[in-house]
């Protein structure tokens, strides 16, 4: 394709994607009465996105240019020597399950310090709050068809984490401590096999660094808890990794395995669509036929296999598909709408809670913003340090994640996504930069923490 060609393609593009942000931008503001702090809330969200999207298009194009070349070079590798690799392995692995534990110790002792007087067993049913209890409850009786509405609604939470965490439990008689365990080995699992997907793109520094985002941004403790936001890390991981290192089949499945256990695993399609089609332009076709490409591509559909799974649970249980749509309505007033929707009703909140909700304010709505803004700013910084496929994954799951009508999760949502942690990573590469957000990611943590365990609406 002539270079004048790709420009024009590159233009039209931009300013398709650029016209129905704006269209749907101005529906949104001649459907709703907003305050002028949350409309200029949303208006920015929108021109932060816009930005991350303009920047993105170029390399996305470059990505798919027929004998492309990715712009990341390798500055050192991991050695090469195979017991060395193993070792940085087994370092990483070891090293993030004791990062879990000192969660688990650190709440101890904190709630300690504010009056708890319990032993340390005993402190461990902290750990149940939040979607904690419905996940383990569902690994215990499964979902319910009749009884209490609170029972029923947790048909909104996927089977994939409590049905491994009832496996486990056949062997330790407890759901709590099997929840624990299964986050805290996935955690880790999900460090190594990050550790070997980055390095595939990027040098050591760059892969252990981002590992260290992972334990340092705020709300990665939720990685300790007995959720699905640890399992699905490594299950999204693993569908890359595979995919990417020509085993395509199982990364599919193990995205069909992520798309069980969260909703968002369907956003997984994009970043193996992007790797399909850049290794169909990069191809001879004589050395490889269509037919492999096409029977590709139907394997990787197996990720909606997983999320159908989770539908025919939902009909056999209450006698609908998609019931889940109608009790996250119901119950969480959850609908999916406009990421600048949220970044509007997020502030207005806020201001409105100043002064009469301290709580909500500091745990809910401020650590909401700023996942939200920081994830947009850094990705803005990032997107051509980052491999296309990745910033589309990133693209199309912040639309969904941060689009919820009534989103009480931000941080928690974001640092289960693999180009978050990447982003602030690669934009950090140089110690003056790398320190200062260090710095700051370790006192947020440390706040969101506290607020977390003093359970002020983090969520």
Not at 237 to 257: D, E, I, N, V
Not at 266 to 286: D, G, R
């Amino acid at each position: 394709m002539k270079r004048s060609t790709q420009d024009k393609l590159e233009l039209l593009i931009s300013l398709g994607g650029l016209a129905v942000l704006i269209g749907a931008f101005l529906v949104w503001c001649s459907s709703k009465v907003v305050s002028i702090p949350g409309f200029c809330s949303a208006l920015l969200s929108a021109v932060l996105f816009a930005i991350v999207c303009l920047r993105f298009v170029p390399e996305w194009m470059f990505f798919w240019r027929r004998r492309s070349v990715l712009r990341i070079t390798k500055v050192e590798q991991v050695p090469t020597h195979k017991m060395a690799y193993k070792n940085i392995e087994l370092k990483i692995f070891f090293s993030l399950i004791l990062v879990n534990l000192s969660v688990i110790v650190a709440a101890f002792l904190l709630r300690r310090i504010i009056g708890y007087q319990e032993t340390f067993v005993d402190s461990l049913e902290f750990w149940t709050c939040t979607d904690s209890y419905h996940y383990l409850a569902i690994a215990r009786d499964w979902y319910l068809s009749e009884g209490d509405v609170d029972r029923l609604v947790q048909l909104v939470f996927l089977p994939g984490y409590p049905i491994v965490v009832r496996l486990v439990n056949c062997i330790l008689y407890n759901y709590l401590y099997s929840g624990l365990l299964v986050s805290l080995l996935s955690f880790a699992g999900a460090g190594c096999v990050i550790y070997r997907l980055l390095l595939l793109d990027f040098d050591h520094q760059t892969a252990i660094r981002t590992i260290k985002y992972f334990c340092l941004l705020p709300g990665a403790f939720f990685f300790t808890a007995p959720m699905s936001e640890s399992l699905f890390l490594l299950l999204c991981a693993s569908c890359l990794y595979f995919a990417r290192t020509k085993r395509w089949l199982l990364g599919c499945l193990f995205g069909t395995l992520a798309a069980f256990t969260r909703s968002l695993g369907l956003t997984l399609f994009v970043p193996l669509f992007f790797e399909l089609v850049a290794e169909f332009k990069n191809t001879p076709k004589e050395k490889i036929p269509i037919r492999h490409f096409i029977e590709k591509f139907l394997e990787s559909l197996l990720v909606f296999l997983g999320f159908g799974a989770y539908c025919l649970i939902n009909y056999f249980v209450a006698g609908n598909p998609f019931k889940f749509l109608e009790y996250q309505k119901m119950h969480w007033n959850q609908q999916l709408g406009w990421f600048f929707n949220t970044a509007c009703y997020q502030l207005e909140e806020a201001i409105n809670s100043y002064s009469s909700n301290s709580t909500n304010l500091l745990g809910l709505w401020l650590p909401n913003l700023i996942a939200i803004f920081s994830s947009l700013i850094i990705m803005i910084f990032a997107v051509r340090l980052m491999r296309p496929s990745y910033t589309a994954w990133y693209i199309s799951y912040f639309l969904i994640a941060i689009g919820a009508t009534w989103l009480l999760s931000a941080p928690r949502y974001l640092i289960t996504l693999i180009p978050v942690p990447l982003a602030v990573s690669l934009v950090s590469k140089k110690a003056t930069i790398n320190i200062p957000i260090s710095i700051i990611s370790g006192i947020l943590y440390t706040l969101y923490f506290y607020a977390f365990v003093m359970r002020w609406q983090v969520w």
